[in-house]
């Protein structure tokens, strides 16, 4: 039977309901209409080999949902997180000057955090997200550990999108050993420990953000390593800070694509 994502009670003790990614009073943000759908290529990394599917999606985050959320979590905590960070959003959007105080920073990234954590439940599996992460966000309000935001400034984009790397990475690999009646240890097969994780850039109208999260601390570290664009971004989280809105440089689609894919991909090695 279906949970919902972040309270973890289903039918019949809560109802489920249709979540958006982005909830549908941001349209109005949005200044221009798109096609209704596009092809969505999903790439990966498994231990470094790069994975790759496609599929039909709609064209705008703006019309995606999913039925992974209960009416309890989607009308109360959520809805509350969505007022308070449409404050901070809306100035941002349309690329109105504004100076970004370090609580608003800390809601935008809670925002994004929660954001982040329903698109990838819109991606295919394995969901990249753990229980922990989601209990996390809806108690304290605020992003887990092991996840970081930072916001960007950007060409104004034709409609709001978002960009999702998922990431599997090996952490360990343990030989499985077998020892016959003469003494001798043959090595029968490997029992591996691997950390899960996702990139994902949202892209509405002026404001792009970056979200890395991670099951693990190494696999976070790299993502951080890897990824992080603070001489084009401000981080957000952890550590949220004040700032003056729009940033420099403005990024173009091309910069934000090789940002959200992190250029180079990091788990191409074993941490042991």
Sequence with gaps: MKKCLFCGRSAPEVK???????????????????PKSRTEIVRGFVDGTPTETSREIPQSILDQTLKDVCGDCNNGWMNDLENRAERTLVPLLRGERAVVTSADAEILATWAAKT????????????????????????????????????ATCEPHPSARTRH????????????????????????????????????????????????????????TDFVTTLDPTSTATRLWPEPHQFHWPLTPVLTPDQIDEVGSLGQPIPTKNTR
């Design 116 to 151: 982040a954590m329903v698109r990838a439940r819109v991606a295919a599996d394995p969901y990249t997200v753990p229980e922990d992460h989601r209990r996390h966000i809806m108690n304290a309000k605020t992003p887990p550990a092991n996840v970081t935001v930072w916001a």
């Design 165 to 220: 790397l998922q990431v599997e990475f090996q952490l360990s690999a343990t030989p499985i050993l077998e020892t016959d009646e003469t003494g001798e240890t043959w090595v029968v097969g490997v029992d591996s420990e691997h950390s899960l994780g996702h990139v994902t850039t949202i892209v509405i109208n002026h404001l792009v953000l970056f979200i890395a999260e991670a099951d693990s601390e190494v696999l976070h």
């Design 16 to 34: 489920m309901t249709g979540e958006h990614v982005l909830r549908r009073e941001l349209v109005n943000q949005v200044l221009w209409e798109a």
